[in-house]
């Protein structure tokens, strides 16, 4: 069977890369900027956390959340917001990231008490999903199959150092300026990523894809896979096997309040 000049084209693209007319470098380079800050941020806090506990006074329970939510907006978002980057196109969605991850830095540097600074957390993480969900798709677009390799590990590496470099750079901030500014460094540097990414970043309509799955194929898919097992029997731990006693702190409530939105994305991607 002789293929259509459109299936010709897309393993051409799958195997070439198309950059739109962009400079593949630019567009990796636009990306690693914002992996590298998403990153940072993750560790960053760390070592600012004693210094937050005792000028907002309160426990080292409730000033771990400030850590863990957002870890846990992160790994609860990335999952739709791969689909909307699939179906808004991958660069939209990654630049939304960029400016909703540099609000929320805005929010935490400006925020006076703990309840705005975990919320303002919650809104980093948001944007750091957006981000890093789409960030290997636009590199895996814009570089032949060839270079892919090379790319992806400078990606990796990338990763790497935001997570190493967090607590030195936490650590010289929190010793020399006020703990907010440890998330107010990002704000030029968000502002410049996504200026550059206008430019460099190519803005482009995704195709048509195929239409869903039927709910009895994408239930069956879930349930095959490992990962959507085990959450879902660690969702059903979270609930039972707690004890009461520990239910009711801040650091068990918010895990089990966000434990359901997981399988159910889990779901939906495999619909898509």
Known sequence: MEKTAEQLRREHIALEGDTHGKNKWAILFTVLVMTFMACLDASIVTVALPVM???LGVGLDRIQLVSSVYLLATCVAMLPFGRLGDVRGKVNV???????????????????????????????????AAAMANNMGIITESFPARERGRAMGILATFVALGMMCGPVLGGVLVASFP???????????????????LYTLPHVKPEAGERPMPLTEAARRCFASSAFTINLAC???????VPP???????????????????ACCFWRCRS
């Open 245 to 263: 006693s520990l239910c009711c702190r801040s650091t068990f409530r918010m895990p089990t309040a966000l434990a359901p939105i997981s399988p």
């Open 179 to 197: 703990w907010e500014s440890i998330f107010l460094i990002n704000l030029p540097i968000g502002v410049i990523s996504f200026i550059v990414g």
């Open 53 to 55: 506990q005792k000028e």
């Open 94 to 128: 990654f630049q939304l990231g960029v400016i909703v991850f540099t609000g929320g830095s805005l929010l935490c540097g400006l925020s006076a008490s703990l309840e705005v600074l975990i919320l303002a957390r919650f809104v980093q993480g948001i944007g750091c």
């Open 235 to 241: 969702l059903s731990c979270s609930w039972v096997s």
